[in-house]
């Protein structure tokens, strides 16, 4: 039996106190950069399960090191045909919820070797700029509405 992806998933814009963001190339599409992004394992997972899940799966960071919100993002988007394979038959569309993970200056990232070949840590406009996702673009570019300094001062 073939186990489809659930055609809802997190986005997680990883940063630093000083706006640093972590975006990291696609092993199937190099030149495609993005922030975490992943699907629920099930359907009742809960999103910040699957937010923890997939930051520490696809960097090796632990969310616990830092500062985890949810931005009560929704997005809606088509999902590019050279995916949707990886959905049931029908499935044209995934619900995207948006998450920030603020961590530690000089917070070390192991990439999975299956999902991407190479990171960055750049500016957060610089960032946006090189994501190939509107929907990764527009949550990198709504950073400073949500970056909490006061919080992150913390870290």
Same mark, same amino acid.
């Given at each position: 039996?073939?186990?489809?992806?659930?055609?809802? &998933? $997190?986005?997680?814009?990883?940063? *630093? @106190?000083?706006?640093?963001? /972590?975006?990291? %190339?696609?092993?199937?599409?190099? +030149?495609?950069?993005? &922030? $975490?992004?992943?699907?629920?394992? *099930? @359907?009742?997972?809960?999103? /910040?399960?699957? %937010?923890?899940?997939?930051?520490? +799966?696809?960097?090796?960071?632990?969310?616990?090191?830092?500062?985890?919100?949810?931005?009560?993002?929704?997005?809606?988007?088509?999902?590019?045909?050279?995916?949707?394979?990886?959905?049931?038959?029908?499935?044209?569309?995934?619900?995207?919820?948006?998450?920030?993970?603020?961590?530690?200056?000089?917070?070390?990232?192991?990439?999975?070797?299956?999902?991407?070949?190479?990171?960055?840590?750049?500016?957060?406009?610089?960032?946006?700029?090189?994501?190939?996702?509107?929907?990764?673009?527009?949550?990198?570019?709504?950073?400073?509405?949500?970056?909490?300094?006061?919080?992150?001062?913390?870290?």
């Amino acid at each position: 039996m073939t186990q489809y992806k659930i055609p809802e &998933s $997190v986005l997680v814009v990883i940063y *630093t @106190p000083a706006m640093n963001v /972590l975006v990291m %190339a696609r092993t199937d599409k190099p +030149e495609f950069w993005q &922030s $975490v992004t992943g699907s629920r394992d *099930t @359907p009742d997972e809960p999103l /910040l399960q699957t %937010a923890v899940r997939e930051v520490a +799966e696809e960097t090796g960071i632990d969310a616990a090191c830092g500062v985890l919100t949810d931005w009560q993002l929704r997005n809606v988007y088509e999902i590019y045909p050279v995916w949707r394979h990886r959905y049931a038959p029908g499935v044209t569309q995934n619900t995207e919820h948006v998450f920030g993970l603020c961590v530690p200056e000089g917070t070390a990232v192991t990439l999975a070797p299956r999902e991407h070949l190479r990171y960055r840590w750049l500016p957060w406009r610089e960032a946006a700029d090189l994501c190939f996702s509107p929907s990764n673009t527009e949550a990198i570019l709504l950073l400073p509405r949500y970056h909490q300094p006061e919080i992150m001062s913390a870290l």
